[in-house]
């Protein structure tokens, strides 16, 4: 069974602040999600990141995947209270066909 | 271009009854995934279907199954409700696995 770490669980910071959260598994991963959901809502694609040693950019959002492949990080740069939400790292092992989630991150940027 | 859509998005059953969820995805997309998401045990994956077949099966009990028709669109079913059946049920199509696209879910409540 593949198991996602994610730390930290909570997060609540000012505006303007850095911030990074990672996932960390002992399994390899063929590709690492990111998503954000917002409160009775369904999550929402961030970033896939499939290669290892990859850093995608998504305007102030930086995804890192390990060389590994069994971790990656997300960080932020300058929150804005915009990016409130509960952010959630998802795997897909080799040819498998579902996502194995984190038990997520819940972010609370204050102005 | 039309997202995933899951009726309904609310419902109230007793328990020992019995309920049909329903999710249309993305035009195009083939694979249909569902997902049950609880405070305690976060996002857990369900079952996968594609092209009318079920692919993948989560560790649920029998009494959690579905079915996919000819134009996609998918269906859950969950007999004999227990109170820790209430959950936000969530449904995502995918076209070629590296991202999913979810619903809004359907907030289940069991009394």
């Known amino acids: 069974t593949q198991l996602l770490e994610q730390s930290p669980q909570f997060l609540s910071i000012q505006e303007g602040e850095n911030l990074t959260v990672y996932c960390n598994s002992s399994?390899?991963?063929?590709?690492l999600q990111w998503y954000r959901q917002e409160p009775g809502e369904g999550p929402v694609l961030l970033v896939t990141?499939?290669?290892?040693?990859e850093v995608k950019k998504l305007k102030r959002l930086t995804f890192q995947f390990g060389d590994a492949r069994k971790d990656s990080s997300l960080h932020i740069t300058a929150a804005q209270p915009g990016d409130t939400g509960l952010y959630l790292c998802?795997?897909?092992?080799?040819?498998?066909?579902?996502?194995?989630f984190g038990s997520g991150t819940q972010l609370t940027v204050l102005p | 271009k039309a997202g995933v859509t899951q009726t309904p998005r609310y419902l109230i059953k007793t328990r020992g009854q019995q309920v049909t969820l329903s999710c249309s995805p993305i035009?195009?997309?083939?694979?249909v995934s569902w997902y049950q998401q609880t405070p305690g045990q976060g996002l857990q994956f369900l079952f996968e279907?594609?092209?009318?077949?079920?692919?993948n099966k989560g560790n649920f009990p029998g009494r959690f199954s579905g079915r996919q028709f000819s134009n996609s669109r998918s269906e859950m079913n969950v007999s004999t409700l227990e109170l820790g059946d209430s959950a936000l049920y969530l449904c995502?199509?995918?076209?070629?696995?590296?991202?999913?696209?979810f619903g809004s879910g359907t907030r289940l409540t069991v009394v």
């Open positions: 995502a199509s995918s076209f070629d696995y590296l991202g999913y696209t």
């Open positions: 399994s390899v991963f063929s590709s």
């Open positions: 990141v499939v290669t290892g040693g």
């Open positions: 998802a795997g897909v092992a080799g040819s498998a066909r579902q996502l194995t």
């Open positions: 035009s195009g997309h083939r694979s």
């Open positions: 279907y594609f092209s009318e077949t079920q692919r």
